[in-house]
Each structure stands twice: as C-alpha cells, then as structure tokens.
T-cell receptor, first 111, second 121 residues
Framework: SQQGEEDPQALSIQEGENATMNCSYKTSINNLQWYRQNSGRGLVHLILIRSNEREKHSGRLRVTLDTSKKSSSLLITASRAADTASYFCATNRSPGNQFYFGTGTSLTVIP | DSGVTQTPKHLITATGQRVTLRCSPRSGDLSVYWYQQSLDQGLQFLIQYYNGEERAKGNILERFSAQQFPDLHSELNLSSLELGDSALYFC????????????????????FGSGTRLTVV
C-alpha cells in the first residue's frame, strides 16, 4: 500500500464479541481516519483521530493512536452481523489533504 | 446517498480504448480526490484537485489525466486502456485541503462516492 498496513488481514468473530483491528503506518501524520467498506461499495468515514490525540470514542467504536509506534487500533465492541465489512485506516500528512490507505482488514461477524 | 455522485456506475470497454469518469462533489466541498481500488494494489491515491487547480499527484499513470471544472465537478480520463486498469475508481470530496470541520458541517475528512467499476476486456 502507499502508506500502511492493517492487521489482521481477515478476522472472523461471533456476534457480541469485540473486534480489534490494528494499523501501522510509515511517516509522520497530521491525523488518521478509519473507514468502512461494504463489498463493492464506497467507503464510509467512521472516525478521525488527530496526531495530538491518544484515544477517541464514537458509539461502539474506540480508536487509539500511538504516534511513537506509528500505530493505531480500532475496537468495535458488541459486534453485530451488520458490522461485516472491510475496515481501512487512512493517514493524512502534509502537504495537501490526500489520505493514504492501508490494505484493510476484512471483518466477518457470524450471527 | 453520500452527496458525492459518480457516473457511470459500471463501464465495460475494450483494451486500447479511452473512457471518462465523472464526479460531482458534495455541495460546498472544494477538494476532489480520485482513488483506484484493485485487488492487488488496494486503494491507491491518484490525484487531488482543489477549486479547479491540481493540488497533489499520487500514483497516477501518464495515460490517465483529470481536471476539475469551474462548477467543481471533476473528470478522470483513462486512455489506452489495459486489462490491468480494471478496478473500482472512487472519487471523494472534502471541504478544504486540510479537511477541517467547518461550523455547521457534520463530517470530517472525506466523503466518498459509490465508485465506478471499470472492466477492461
């Protein structure tokens, strides 16, 4: 990928369990975002965390950022079958506002 | 509906041909970004326009070009198509080059369109 890697590449869990996905990136960033993509569809923005933030919550989502390790994690709590999708992290660095995406984690939540 | 409109949704064409993909950004967004998503390369940033001017270039081939018009819609032109150009092409828009939230706007960052699936045969 142009910027980073998600880990694991694929994750399969039971409904109700928590799902954790990790993202590592290579350069200094301004902020990092997580996106969700249902198969063959467009990407949907989930959450943004700025480089001076360490943790952020949005509903069942929790994102952490460790700039010293150049890594981020996305935790989805109490997963649902509808959470089945691919999840991508994207990093933004100067100049401009272009985001560079990781390779994605494919999450399957089994009912 | 995200507010970003891409047409056509599907396109099938032969090698060597030229196609034009169109994107209308969300109302009020000045920046447009083009991305290519393929199975082997993932999501690749191609090019960014801001208010009609090219802002940044990524892994865009010389056979590809883009522009943003005064009404802020953008077109991505793909020429001398090869089998390997088959992919999903996404357009995204944001408020300004830094993607900063403006008062009254609900979203951060990019808003993506639903993509154009290009198949080169």
């Amino acid at each position: 990928s142009q910027q980073g890697e998600e880990d694991p590449q694929a994750l399969s869990i039971q409904e109700g369990e928590n799902a954790t996905m990790n993202c590592s990136y290579k350069t200094s960033i301004n902020n990092l975002q997580w996106y969700r993509q249902n198969s063959g569809r467009g990407l949907v923005h989930l959450i943004l965390i700025r480089s001076n933030e360490r943790e952020k919550h949005s509903g069942r989502l929790r994102v952490t950022l460790d700039t010293s390790k150049k890594s981020s994690s996305l935790l989805i709590t109490a997963s649902r079958a509808a959470d089945t999708a691919s999840y991508f992290c994207a990093t933004n660095r100067s100049p401009g506002n272009q985001f560079y995406f990781g390779t994605g984690t494919s999450l399957t939540v089994i009912p | 509906d995200s507010g970003v409109t891409q047409t056509p949704k599907h396109l099938i064409t032969a090698t060597g041909q030229r196609v034009t993909l169109r994107c209308s950004p969300r109302s009020g967004d000045l920046s447009v970004y083009w991305y290519q998503q393929s199975l082997d390369q993932g999501l690749q940033f191609l090019i960014q326009y801001y208010n009609g001017e090219e802002r940044a270039k990524g892994n865009i081939l010389e056979r590809f070009s883009a522009q943003q018009f005064p009404d802020l819609h953008s077109e991505l032109n793909l020429s001398s198509l090869e089998l390997g150009d088959s992919a999903l092409y996404f357009c995204a828009s944001s408020v300004d080059p830094r993607g900063a939230q403006r008062p009254g706007r609900a979203n951060y960052g990019y808003t993506f369109g639903s993509g154009t699936r290009l198949t080169v045969v």
